[in-house]
C-alpha cells in the first residue's frame, strides 16, 4: 500500500509523544470532528467554526474561520485537514499570529482515504473513518501558542449538482452525535432563475428572499451543534408551480422512497387578482373558564383578525357557551358597518356557563360559503366538552360526515386543559391545522400570525397522483404519502411531501388543485434512483413522518378508550409498525423510548411490542388533558410536520421538558443502538445469525478489507463509532473490536435531559 506523506509526518509525531527537545508536541486537527492530539497533557480544541457561504449559479465559494483554544502550557505544532466537496479549488488559506506563510495541498479521495487510514492507526482511534469518501485539503505546520487561540480562514470553490431545476449545495461534516463543535453557517444564494423556494434535509434554517433571484439563509441557532453534513436545495421557478424530486432505492421491495418539493412562483404570488378570496368564521368559546385574561385577548385578537381582512371578503362571528349565538344569519362583507357590528358582538360576549363543542361545530360546519372562495373557520376552546355531546369519538366524526362546504377549521387550544388530540383531529380532518396558546403566553399575536399566513391562498384542495405510460392515473404506484392529504398553499408556502414508490420505471407525477380560481393541473417526471448513499435521509424523514401518523391513529382510536380491549388487532397492527419503523430507521418517540433504556432486549419483538402498547395505553389513551395530552400532540405536529431529520430523537415529556438521545446513531442508511461500549447494527435485530460474531480487530488485514469495501458502499462512518461494532456483513455477524479495551454489556445505554424551552 502506498503511504501518503501525512503519514510519515504523522508516524514521526506519534513515536515521541512527549514532544520533541522544545517542549513541543503536534496535534492534527479536523474541524469536522475535532482535535486529534499526539499524546501532550491536555489537547487542543476546536472553539467555534463559522462558515460564510456564496453561491453564484451553480458555484459555491465557502469560507471557514475555524477557532482553536490551546488550554495546555506547551506550544503545540498543528497540521488542518478539511474534508471537501468532490472537485473543490482551495483560493486561499491564511491565520493569524504567524509570520510564516502557510500552504495546503488537496488530496484527493483515494489518498485521501489511505491518509485517513494511516492517521487512525497510528492514533488508535477510528473517528477519521467516516470522512473516506471526501477530498481533503491539508495544511503545513502551523503553531497554537500555549493559553491561546489560533484564528484560521480556509476558502475554497466547487461546482454544485442538483437538476435543470435545482441547485443542491453540500457541506461536508461529521455524522457523529458526539462530535459537538458549535458550527454557525450564512450563506447567500443568487441564481439565474427566480428562487421558488429553499428546501433542507439536514438541518432547520430560516431564509429571507432578497430579491427574485437572491436569497439569504442562516442555520437557526439552536441547531449549531446539531451533527450532519449541511445541505440545502434552491428549487429554480418553472411554469405554475415549481417541482422537483429526489428519490432513494429500497432493493427489498424493488422500489424505494420519494421527497417531492414544491413552491409557487414569485411572480405569481405577488401579481394583482392572483389570490382566491378568502371567507372567514371565528367560532368563539364563552364558557365560565374563558373569565378574565382569556376573553379579553380573544376579543382584541378578533377584532385583530377582522382589521387583517381585505374590503369585501366575508366574515361571520360565533359565540358559544351551552348554547350558540350567530353574529349574523349570513356572513358578512368586511367594510366600516360590518367591522363596527362586529366590535358591538365582541363587546357583548360574557363568558359563562358550559363548553358545547359539538353544536358549535355543527353551526359553524353547515353554513353555505360564497361560491369561489376558501372557507376558513378559527375555532377556538380553553378546555373539553362539558354539555351538548361530550363523546370525542361522535364530535371528530361530525367533521369528516357533517362538512359538505369542506371548511378549513384551524383549531386553537387556549390553556393546558384542552383536549389536545380532539382539536388536532378537528384540524386534520379539515385541512386546517391545530396550534396551542400555552399557559403566560399572550393569545392575541399568536392568533394574528395564525391569519396573517393565511393570506393569498393560492392553490386551494391539492392532489397528487401516479401517472402510467399513456398518462392515465396508476394507484399502485404510490404507497404511504405523507401527509395523505395534502394542505392548501398560501403565499409564500413551501410543500414537502413524503412517499414510497413501486417499481423502476421513472416516476410521473400529476399535482392538481385550484390554482387562482381555476383548476389546474401541472405534470412531472423523474428518473428513480439505483445506487447510491447520498440522499439516504428521504427514508429516515419518511419513517418520522410515517410514525407520526401511526401514533395519530392509536390516539384516535383513545378517543373511546373503553371500546379498545386489550387483545384489539387494530391496536396490535398500528403499534407493530410503529415498532418496526423505530427499530429499523433509529426514530425513537415518547412511546418507544424505553429502546434506549437498560436491559431491553431488543431481538425481543414480543417483549418491546408489549412495552410500547403499554405506553401507548397509558399516556396516548390516558393523558388526553394537560401538560401530557398538549406535549404529545406538540410532539405529533412536529414529526409529521418534519422536513429535515432529528438526528438526537428530540420530543418533549409530559411535563414539557426536552429529551433527546446519545446512544442512537443514525448513518447514513444504517441505524446502530449503543450498547454499554458496543453498538449494534439495527438489521441484525431481526435476523441474528447462529453462533458468535466473527471477531475483526482494530488495524488488522480483515480491518483494512472491511474499510474498503465500506467505502466502496458508501458506509466507511460505521466503523467511525467509539466502541465495538456488531454489524451485518454478508448475512453475518462480525463484531469490529474497539482500539481500546471494552466490555459490552447488553442492556447499558444513556440518555439526557434539557430544560424547557
Known amino acids: 500500500m502506498k503511504k501518503s506523506l501525512l503519514f510519515g509526518l504523522a508516524a514521526s509525531v506519534l513515536a515521541c509523544p512527549c514532544g520533541d527537545a522544545r517542549g513541543q508536541a503536534r496535534d492534527i486537527l479536523v474541524p469536522q470532528r475535532g482535535a486529534f492530539t499526539s499524546g501532550a497533557a491536555g489537547a487542543l480544541s476546536i472553539a467555534s467554526v463559522e462558515v460564510g457561504a456564496l453561491v453564484e449559479g451553480r458555484v459555491a465559494t465557502t469560507s471557514m474561520d475555524i477557532v482553536v483554544d490551546n488550554p495546555t502550557d506547551l506550544q ?96 461536508p461534516r461529521s455524522e457523529m452525535l458526539a462530535a459537538g463543535v458549535e458550527w454557525r453557517l450564512h450563506m447567500k444564494i443568487r441564481a439565474t432563475r427566480p428562487i421558488a423556494g429553499l428546501f433542507s434535509p439536514s438541518h432547520r434554517f430560516d431564509w429571507v428572499r432578497v430579491s427574485d433571484h437572491e436569497a439569504a439563509l442562516e442555520i437557526v441557532p439552536k441547531e449549531a451543534r446539531e451533527p450532519g453534513s449541511f445541505r440545502v436545495s434552491a428549487l429554480l421557478e418553472q411554469e405554475g408551480l415549481s417541482v422537483s424530486m429526489v428519490t432513494y432505492p429500497d432493493p427489498e421491495t424493488g422500489g424505494g422512497y420519494f421527497m417531492l418539493m414544491a413552491a409557487l412562483p414569485v411572480a405569481v404570488a405577488r401579481s394583482e387578482g392572483a389570490r382566491i378570496r378568502r371567507e372567514l368564521t371565528l367560532v368563539m368559546d364563552c364558557s365560565g373558564s374563558m373569565q378574565g385574561e382569556k376573553i379579553h385577548q380573544v376579543r382584541e385578537a378578533a377584532r385583530d383578525i377582522i382589521d387583517g381582512l381585505e ?60 361560491a369561489g372562495t376558501l372557507p376558513l373557520l378559527f375555532f377556538l376552546t380553553d378546555g373539553v366538552p362539558t354539555t351538548g355531546v361530550t363523546s370525542e369519538s361522535e364530535i371528530r366524526a361530525l367533521t369528516r360526515s357533517a362538512n359538505p362546504h369542506e371548511w378549513r377549521v384551524f383549531s386553537i387550544g387556549v390553556g393546558e386543559d384542552v383536549n389536545a388530540p380532539l382539536l388536532q383531529a378537528i384540524a386534520t380532518n379539515t385541512r386546517g391545522a391545530a396550534e396551542f396558546v400555552l399557559p403566560g403566553e399572550d393569545a392575541r399575536p399568536k392568533l394574528d400570525r395564525i391569519f396573517r399566513r393565511l393570506e393569498g391562498p393560492m392553490l386551494a384542495a391539492p392532489g397528487v397522483v401516479a401517472l402510467d405510460g399513456r398518462g392515465q392515473e396508476d394507484r399502485a404506484r404510490l404507497r404511504d404519502v405523507m401527509p395523505p392529504v395534502l394542505p392548501d398553499l398560501f403565499d409564500g408556502d413551501q410543500l414537502v411531501l413524503l412517499g414510497r414508490y413501486v417499481g423502476q420505471e421513472p416516476l410521473r407525477l400529476r399535482i392538481g388543485g385550484n390554482y387562482l380560481g381555476r383548476r389546474r393541473e401541472f405534470e412531472f417526471a423523474c428518473q428513480v434512483a439505483r445506487t447510491g448513499l447520498a440522499d439516504a435521509y428521504v427514508p429516515r424523514i419518511w419513517a418520522g413522518r410515517q410514525v407520526a401518523y401511526l401514533i395519530d391513529a392509536i390516539r384516535s ?136 460474531p466473527t471477531a475483526i480487530a482494530f488495524g488488522s488485514k480483515e480491518h483494512e478489507v472491511l474499510i474498503d469495501r465500506l467505502f466502496r458502499e458508501g458506509r466507511p462512518g460505521s466503523l467511525a463509532l467509539n466502541g465495538d461494532i456488531l454489524l451485518l456483513v454478508d448475512g453475518k455477524a462480525v463484531r469490529v473490536e474497539s482500539p481500546r479495551p471494552a466490555e459490552v454489556a447488553l442492556g447499558s445505554s444513556s440518555s439526557q435531559s434539557a430544560p424547557p424551552p
Not at 492517521?119 to 485539503?137: M, N, T, W
Open 557 to 692: 382510536l383513545g378517543s373511546s378508550a373503553g371500546d379498545v380491549p386489550g387483545d384489539d388487532p387494530r391496536l396490535r397492527e398500528l403499534v407493530d409498525e410503529v415498532v418496526r419503523l423505530s427499530r429499523n430507521h433509529g426514530v425513537l418517540t415518547e412511546y418507544t423510548a424505553f429502546f434506549a433504556s437498560d436491559g431491553v432486549d431488543l431481538r425481543n419483538r414480543a417483549d418491546i411490542t408489549a412495552q410500547a402498547e403499554d405506553a401507548f395505553r397509558r399516556r396516548a389513551f390516558g393523558a388526553r388533558t394537560g401538560d401530557a395530552g398538549l406535549s404529545q400532540d406538540i410532539n405529533i405536529r412536529q414529526q409529521r410536520g418534519r422536513e429535515f431529520l432529528n438526528h438526537r430523537n428530540q420530543y418533549y415529556d409530559d411535563r414539557l421538558y426536552r429529551v433527546e438521545f446519545d446512544n442512537v446513531q443514525q448513518l447514513g442508511d444504517l441505524t446502530f443502538f449503543r450498547r454499554g461500549d458496543a453498538w449494534v447494527d439495527s438489521r441484525l435485530l431481526d435476523r441474528w445469525p447462529a453462533g458468535e
Open 311 to 370: 374590503d369585501g371578503e366575508r366574515f361571520n362571528l360565533v359565540t358559544y357557551n351551552q348554547t350558540v349565538t350567530h353574529m349574523s344569519a349570513t356572513p358578512l362583507p368586511k367594510d366600516g358597518d360590518s367591522a363596527r357590528k362586529a366590535s358591538d358582538f365582541l363587546d357583548a360576549a360574557e363568558a359563562q356557563g358550559g363548553t358545547n363543542i359539538h353544536d358549535a361545530l355543527a353551526a359553524a360546519l353547515c353554513m353555505k360559503p360564497l
Open 76 to 171: 503545540h505544532e498543528s497540521e488542518l485537514l478539511v474534508p471537501l466537496p468532490d472537485g473543490a479549488i482551495v483560493r486561499d488559506f491564511s491565520f493569524h499570529g504567524n509570520s510564516v506563510e502557510p500552504t495546503t495541498e488537496i488530496l484527493p479521495a483515494d489518498l485521501a482515504r489511505s491518509t485517513y487510514r494511516d492517521i487512525v492507526y497510528q492514533l488508535r482511534d477510528p473517528a477519521l473513518l467516516e470522512f473516506a469518501g471526501y477530498s481533503v485539503v491539508r495544511s503545513s505546520v502551523f503553531p497554537v501558542a500555549p493559553h491561546g487561540q489560533q484564528k484560521i480562514r480556509l476558502t475554497y470553490e466547487h461546482v454544485l449538482t442538483g437538476t435543470a431545476d435545482r441547485v443542491d449545495y453540500l457541506l
